[in-house]
């Protein structure tokens, strides 16, 4: 099955600077990566997303990329608020069922 | 429009005993599924449907079962509640188009002694 590897596991950063997330998987069959943030007692929800067919996605201060020769993914977060602090987790999957495999999540603290 | 709701939202239960968590969603998805959550291993899938009445392993199935009776909810349920099950269990659900993306309940919090 999917396995997915997310690094780092803690991320500390100052307001106003860049943060990068990374991840690789797999299974070369996976054609779905998206990306969720967990507040603290909050239940995960999906901030971006990608699919295979594409290398690179934004969203205002968030962009994803994707490498799938080499099977890796990667968050990147600019101009970091306190409110960017929480847990990220990436996945990959997709297919029939839907199925999403996690990595094991960053803690990403934005110091103000 | 609630969404996906979990209950109960706390329960601490002795080893040895049973117990049932139910999820509802409202928004007519297709697929349904159970994950926990343990501090730096993510969410690990436990059983998943992909539709009323079919239901199917996921990463971590032991100890745990399913049932999707009804295409709204889901049920995980626990036969003989062991400390390794200790976790916080999300229910998550997603339509049929296939967009990817996974609407997660608020998540229960089981402690087991």
Redesign the interface.
Known sequence: ?EN?E?HP?TLSVQEGDSAVIKCTYSDSASN?F?WYKQELG?????II?I?SNVGEKKDQRIAVTLNKTAKHFSLHITETQPEDSAVY?C?AG?G??????????TRLMVKP | NAGVTQTPKFRVLKTGQSMTLLCAQDMNHE?M?W?RQDP??????IH?S?GEGTT?K??VPDGYNVSRLKKQNFLLGLESAAPSQTSVY?CAS?PLS?T???F????SRLTVL
């Open positions: 099955g997915v997310q596991s779905y998206p909050k239940r995960p929800q999906l997303d699919r987790f996945a997709g029939a069922g839907n199925m999403l495999t996690f990595g094991g999540g | 697929y599924y994950y730096g291993m993510g969410l690990r899938l998943y992909v199917a996921g990463e999300f997603s296939n990817g993306e996974l997660f309940g608020e998540g």
